[in-house]
């Protein structure tokens, strides 16, 4: 049986949903987290020592499973990458000689740390980014939903879902959108996930603007099949991606599995083909304008051929299935 190290970010559950699949292919995975998981009071001193402790940390969690551990693999399929140091990861390569080295991006180059020093250690890299693309010649491949965002008829309980990291363009956005729509709290699924210091501040004392509060702002994320089951039971969900980025996030291929509406600021959707089924309002996050019959029309089923092609069973086969 050939043998992968999956080095993944550790977000959510995401990185449990892939490891299945690409067992389901008939490979034998080791996952590994470079950066691994830790407390919110050692995120807290972190900060306060301006990074060092986790960057200690993490380069010796990064030696002892890279470097002293003697185990080969067939494959090193990588996500995003950030978090590997540079050094390490070119030891590791020497010593893995009969390994293939694969990268996906599901982030812009620009956003990802040592990309530049990393690059040369992949013989194959896979992008969600369109300019990545086109810029650097990757191999183009969007995001999935997983088996737990598929739809079977679970009841819209929801007008508007927004959940994901919190930034200040979600919460303006959001702003914007439920004063101008006037929409009714009670009938939205708001839940921002804080990630800095400040945020956790913001989720436990008062401050001026109504989201910046303990009720949308929360410090612990909520379970992925919780997450799952909402999105499946919201009418649509508000995408806001971070900055420029031309990448489809994973909330709007998420969306097509659970038969959501979408909402978002990112015009690069055009480009792909179950846009056309008008399911999907683009905004200008400075300005943005949804028509009113966009809250109260259906969902337009997409053909499953199109909606069968995001699954995670076929990112994962696209990736590592052609490869054995």
């Keep these: ?93 020497k010593n893995q000689p009969q390994a293939k080295f694969i990268l996906y ?24 980014d369109l300019n990545d693309v ?18 079977n008829g679970e009841k819209k309980k929801y007008l508007l879902n927004m959940s994901g990291l919190i930034h200040s363009a979600r919460i303006s956005v959001l ?9 009714d709290e009670k009938k939205c699924f708001i839940y921002m996930l804080g ?12 401050v001026k603007n109504k989201w910046m509060s303990p009720k949308y702002i929360h410090i612990s994320g909520m379970k992925f099949e919780t997450m799952a089951e909402i999105m499946k039971r919201s009418k649509i969900a508000l995408d806001v991606q971070f900055g420029s980025q031309a990448g489809l996030t994973m909330r709007t291929i998420e969306s097509l599995g659970c038969h959501t509406k979408l909402i978002t600021t990112n015009p690069y959707v055009k480009e792909y083909d179950f846009y056309k089924y008008g399911n999907i309002c683009i905004i200008d996050k400075d300005d943005p304008v949804v028509p009113e019959d966009f809250f109260t ?24 299935g052609n490869s054995k």
């Design 134 to 151: 086109e810029k650097y010649g990757f191999e183009h491949l969007p995001l999935f939903y997983t088996s737990a965002h598929v739809y």
């Design 1 to 93: 049986m050939q043998s992968v190290l999956f080095i993944s970010l550790g977000f959510y559950n995401y990185d449990d949903k892939i490891k299945e699949e690409i067992e389901n292919l008939g490979y034998e995975v080791t996952l590994f987290t470079p950066i691994g998981k830790y407390t919110a009071i050692e995120k807290l001193f972190n900060a306060m020592v301006k990074g060092r402790y986790l960057e200690r940390k993490t380069r010796r969690r990064q030696i002892n499973k890279l470097l002293k551990e003697d185990k080969k693999y067939d494959y090193v399929f990588v996500i995003v990458g950030r978090h590997l140091n540079p050094d390490i990861l070119k030891r590791f390569k």
């Design 297 to 320: 029309t259906k969902y337009n089923d997409v053909p499953n051929e199109i909606v069968s092609k995001y699954a995670l069973s076929n990112w994962v086969y696209t990736i590592l």
């Design 195 to 206: 990630y800095q210091i400040k945020h956790y501040i913001q989720a436990v004392l008062p």
């Design 105 to 128: 991006l599901w982030d812009d180059v620009a956003r990802v740390e040592h990309f530049e020093e990393n690059k040369k250690y992949y013989e194959k890299i896979y992008s969600f």
């Design 175 to 183: 702003d914007k959108i439920m004063t101008r729509y006037n929409l």
